[in-house]
């Protein structure tokens, strides 16, 4: 059994515009790298090499607290020593904390000899959702382990299903701006007309159906989200000429990624996302406000265990 491993966790897109908290989508960049490795003394320590100065404690670490989690059911717990290198910022809207939760747990179960289920480590990961939003989601975690399209059908129990879809390219801008999961989720309404939640029922049922069906126009008529979007795009500058714009360039639709200010176009087209980029580009170049852009794909694969075995120091 190794004792030590390196892998690398997705970005991930959750809500899928229409799907709050349900649908997740993972990337195949970018990514954060992370090497694990078993220590012979219980507890875990942590270890940053990027330059966000996030906790080392670890149950104020979104990958700490995951682990912390697997190891409460484990008769005999080892210790683990955690080395991050974050290449997805955090507020980035990019899953961030997701990444770093799933790919913890992941790497362990590999050290360990694969002894939990994935559907188990979402549930160990989603201790780490809790710490950076104070809510324990799966929609970003999920497809960060499960790899693809996920919808979350229930979280008490846990049921997520894997979804299939046809080829799709995601172009994802990033604002260098920060939009906090919690204050996102801070002002949203409380309640919703039924009006608007039939609508958002049918378009969550009609992405769905169109992924199922590798229905191109389906899934861009399903891109619509009538209760989040309007509340939480007003944080993000350039919102709505990115979105009105990708559309008119051919993409097949797209919103906010998580809960911001990331933004996703999903394309049926290569040449169409590398398109929507340049747009995207020039929105905020015009707004002067700083951006990282990716045309990307969907990833399938999940945490990617590295087939390089990285020793401790």
């Keep these: 059994m190794s004792k030590s491993v390196q892998v690398h966790a997705p970005a991930t897109v959750a809500n899928l515009v229409c799907g709050f908290d349900v649908l997740g989508m993972a990337l195949h960049r970018p990514d954060d790298v992370m090497t694990l490795t078993l220590k012979e003394e219980p507890g875990i320590t942590i270890e940053h090499t990027d330059i966000y100065q996030l906790p080392t404690e670890p149950e104020k670490n979104v990958a700490g607290a995951a682990l912390l989690a697997m190891l409460e059911e484990l008769d005999h717990p080892p210790g683990f020593h955690l080395v991050t290198d974050k290449r997805i910022k955090p507020g980035s809207g990019l899953g961030s904390s997701a990444a770093s939760s799933a790919g913890a ?30 809510v324990k989601h799966a929609d970003n975690i999920a497809p960060a382990i499960y790899g693809g399209i ?50 958002q029922w049918g378009n969550i049922a009609g992405l769905v159906a169109g992924l199922l069906k590798q229905d191109y ?97």
């Design 150 to 199: 996920t919808l979350i059908r229930s979280i008490f129990p846990l049921d997520i299903v894997q979804l299939s879809g046809p080829p799709l390219f995601v172009t994802v801008v990033h604002p260098q701006i920060e939009v906090r999961t919690a204050d996102a989720r801070q002002i949203l309404r409380k309640e919703v007309q039924l009006k608007s939640a039939i609508k």
């Design 105 to 134: 747990v992941v790497a362990a179960n590999e050290l360990l000899g694969k002894p939990f289920s994935n559907e188990d480590l979402v549930r160990f990961a989603m201790n780490g959702e809790k710490v950076a939003s104070g």
């Design 217 to 313: 126009a389906l899934i861009g008529r399903s891109l619509e989200d009538v209760i989040i979007e309007p509340v939480r795009s007003i944080l993000i500058p350039g919102f709505d000429d990115v979105k009105s714009q990708s559309r008119e360039a051919g993409a097949l639709g797209g919103g906010i990624s998580g809960s911001g200010p990331s933004i996703f176009m999903l394309s049926e087209k290569e040449s169409t996302a590398n398109a929507v980029e340049q747009l995207m580009q020039d929105v905020y170049t015009k707004l002067g406000i700083d951006f990282k852009t990716y045309v990307t794909s969907i990833s399938y694969e999940g945490v990617r265990v590295s087939p390089v075995t990285v020793h401790q120091p």
